[in-house]
């Protein structure tokens, strides 16, 4: 199934990013399992906090790496917010970026990396990127849509 096929969108119109995530979650992980839903939102919320004391335990509280990674996705929402005109809706330049950010492949890569490495400080960036996203997603934040508002 395409995301032109999703039932929510119209037909030939090509579904969004937002339509295509929540048909991926929806196909792969069960209904629940998505940040609109309040049982995803704190199983989300439980895999970043997991994430952060993982990152916690293994790189230490005080970590500058998993601090500054739990923080890092939001510079692209810094980027945009001086021409924003309002939370809610980013400038069309920093959506690309705000996504590619907040995407699970970051931290899936530097996961990647921390293997073949073996580098405990790339781990922890990893698990603090992860719980940067994981909370963001229990607290309802996921991708933008292609003209900067929520989805």
């Known amino acids: 199934m395409t995301p ?14 937002c339509s295509a995530t929540r048909l991926g979650l929806r196909l ?9 839903d309040p049982a995803g939102r704190v199983l989300s919320c439980a895999v970043g906090l997991t994430a952060l004391v ?29 021409a924003a005109p309002g939370f809610e809706r980013l400038p069309l330049y920093a959506v690309r970026p705000y996504n590619v ?10 996961f990647a990396l921390a293997a073949v490495t073996r580098s405990r400080r790339t781990a922890v960036a990893g698990l603090g990127w992860l719980g940067h996203i994981g909370v963001d997603r229990g607290f ?8 900067g508002t929520r989805c």
């Open 140 to 147: 309802g934040y996921g991708p933008r849509r292609a003209d």
């Open 28 to 36: 792969f992980r069960g209904p629940g399992w998505t940040y609109h």
């Open 4 to 17: 032109d096929a999703h039932p929510r969108t119209r037909p030939g119109a090509r579904a969004d990013l």
């Open 101 to 110: 950010l907040h995407s699970p492949a970051v931290p899936a890569a530097l």
């Open 54 to 82: 993982a990152g916690a335990t293994l790189g230490g509280a005080r970590s500058r790496v998993l601090w500054t990674t739990a923080l890092l996705p939001d510079i692209a929402l810094l980027y945009g917010i001086a």
